[in-house]
């Protein structure tokens, strides 16, 4: 790769639009649990009610995610919240095809769901990989796995 690996990178992710399949069976089963919980409750509010909770339990997927890696470590931004980890708070990264887990823990733990950062490669996979490996590497965090 002719990038400097030591310049700040950001690249965004949008599931739903790299999964278009994935997207429309999802929206297909939100609409038909909305509409199975309007009728329940003989209610288009409860209904509107039950696709915005699920809407938002899935936003990861449907809607952009962006991050950046930088000197000091690496930003995600949701649609909900913004997260940020240092590299020297950083213990382990592991990835699998479409993602990555960076964890302050060096031990797989259940807390690792309050306590890390789940990452979107999107269409950057090997860009991403690169750049985090690189950074701890350097000693500005442990690496695992």
Excluded: N
């Excluded at 909900?80 to 479409?98: A, E, M, P, S």
């Excluded at 701890?136 to 796995?145: E, I, N, Q, R, V």
């Amino acid at each position: 790769m002719t990038e400097d690996l030591d310049t700040d990178f950001t690249w965004q992710a949008h599931p739903a639009r790299e999964r278009i399949g994935a997207a429309a069976l999802a929206l297909s089963l939100i609409g038909a649990f909305a509409g199975a919980v309007g009728l329940s409750f003989q209610s288009p509010v409860w209904a509107a009610a039950a696709c915005l909770v699920l809407l938002a339990a899935l936003s990861r997927f449907f809607f952009p995610s962006r991050f950046m890696i930088d000197a000091d470590g690496i930003t995600a931004r949701y649609l909900l919240h913004t997260q940020q980890i240092k590299w020297c708070d950083i213990r382990r990264f592991v990835q699998d095809d479409r993602g990555g887990y960076i964890s302050t823990r060096a031990k797989r733990s259940w807390l690792d769901a309050y306590r890390g950062m789940h990452i979107l490669f999107g269409i950057h996979r090997e860009a991403v990989i690169e750049r985090i490996r690189a950074r701890l590497s350097d000693g500005a965090g442990a690496w695992a796995h």
